[in-house]
């Protein structure tokens, strides 16, 4: 795990704020699914505890700038002392790659993780040409029945004349 | 007079005729039937692979259920719809949407290869055809006859095969085709697209999608 010290106001004073930059494997941040597609949810847990001489965190703060997201997303309190989730839908918009937003805890711990977005598709698949929909209300079929219900209404035309005549 | 009452006659039953030839030409649904339709299963919310009780039909044989590592999906087999497929590995094309097979090969499904494979953590996605001038029904045209519980084989490159069951089945609308079908899981899951509901004759494109969605079971 590496540590990185960054200097941060505080009461007027300068104090350090201890961040945590670390491989995957031993992250305070966990991420799932990851990689995640966009348009869909991810969900983003921390644990403020992971450095302990930083004390209890009552609250921690999701930065979702990076990810097109509002700057300062609210994590809920965990199962767990010092742990805090949050889940938020990615921008269907969001593009390809790697991102690494800040997680910043109440007790002064900031880390980040490493999220990959893969691409999805953007427009639905056309799989099928329509071989076997139907097509019952086709061109040829409409006319069809026109010319079949215009020989009906000849053919009972004459019938009924014919009829009429018979009856005279 | 008698004259005119017999041409009107003749074209009477010529129009008939004519009529009922081209009425039943018009009808091309008299070789096939529809593709079939999932019954309105709202699949997204329905149920979460890995939760809750499993549905029946036991595997075949023994299968390991940890996570696969990535491995080219190369062929599949759905025997309650009677499919075995060749699966190839395509990517997004530049109007964004994913590469397909062409509909010559209308019994060759496709591996969306940007995204996870068959047995990977995460959603694995194939394509497949559903109907081509060709063939008439091609490889996916039975999938919205698949229930819950039904089973998907999928063979690797490395000649793992990898086992899901079908949890859902889902008609969407194209133009409401919700992300969330692309949506990764922690636990692998595979999810088969292919087209259905109305076929639309003015754009020659159906207006929906029909999504399978399979939970892994495990590698064997």
Redesign the interface.
């Known amino acids: 795990m590496r540590l990185v010290q960054r200097a941060a106001p505080l009461g007027g004073l300068l104090v350090p704020v201890i961040a945590l930059s670390a491989p995957a494997s031993s992250s305070p941040v966990g991420i799932?699914?990851?990689?995640?597609?966009?348009?869909?949810?991810t969900t983003f847990s921390v644990d403020c505890a992971s450095l302990t001489a930083a004390g209890t965190a009552t609250s921690a703060t999701l930065i979702g700038t990076t990810l097109g997201l509002r700057a300062h997303i609210s994590m809920q309190a965990g199962p767990q002392s010092n742990e805090f989730v949050t889940t938020v839908v990615l921008p269907?918009g969001i593009q390809p790659g790697r991102y690494r937003p800040d997680i910043d805890c109440g007790n002064g711990v900031s880390a980040s993780g490493t999220l990959t977005v893969?691409?999805?598709?953007?427009?639905?698949?056309?799989?099928?040409?329509?071989?076997?929909?139907?097509?019952?209300n086709?061109?040829?079929?409409?006319?069809?029945?026109?010319?079949?219900?215009?020989?009906?209404v000849?053919?009972g035309?004459?019938l009924g004349?014919?009829l009429r005549r018979a009856r005279d | 007079m008698g004259v005119v009452r017999k041409v009107i006659i003749a074209l009477a039953v010529a129009s008939m005729a004519t009529g009922i030839g081209l009425a039943v030409l018009g009808n091309r649904t008299l070789r096939w039937a529809p593709p079939p339709r999932p019954p309105g299963s709202a699949a997204l919310g329905a149920r979460q692979p890995g939760a809750g009780p499993r549905p029946s039909a036991p595997p075949a044989r023994p299968y390991r259920p940890q996570p696969m590592a990535r491995s080219r999906p190369l062929a599949l087999a759905i025997p309650a719809i009677g499919v075995r497929a060749r699966i190839i590995s395509l990517g997004l094309a530049a109007d964004g949407s994913a590469r397909l097979p062409p509909l010559a090969t209308p019994f060759v499904t496709s591996w969306y290869a940007p995204g996870p494979a068959p047995g990977q953590r995460g959603t694995a996605i194939v394509f497949g055809h559903v109907d081509s001038a060709a063939v008439g029904p091609a490889v996916f045209y039975n999938l919205g006859r698949l229930r819950r519980g039904d089973l998907i084989e999928v063979t690797l490159a490395d000649r793992r095969t990898a086992l899901f069951r079908v949890y859902a089945a889902e008609l969407y609308q194209k133009a409401r085709l919700p992300a969330a079908i692309y949506s990764y899981t922690q636990w692998p899951t595979l999810r088969l697209i292919t087209c259905g509901g109305t076929f639309d004759h003015r754009t020659r494109h159906y207006l929906g999608n029909t999504v399978v969605f399979a939970e892994y079971v495990g590698q064997g």
């Open positions: 799932t699914p990851d990689p995640a597609a966009p348009g869909t949810s269907a893969n691409p999805v598709p953007a427009v639905a698949p056309a799989t099928g040409d329509g071989a076997t929909a139907t097509t019952a086709g061109p040829l079929t409409a006319i069809g029945l026109g010319l079949l219900g215009g020989g009906l000849a053919a035309a004459v004349r014919r």
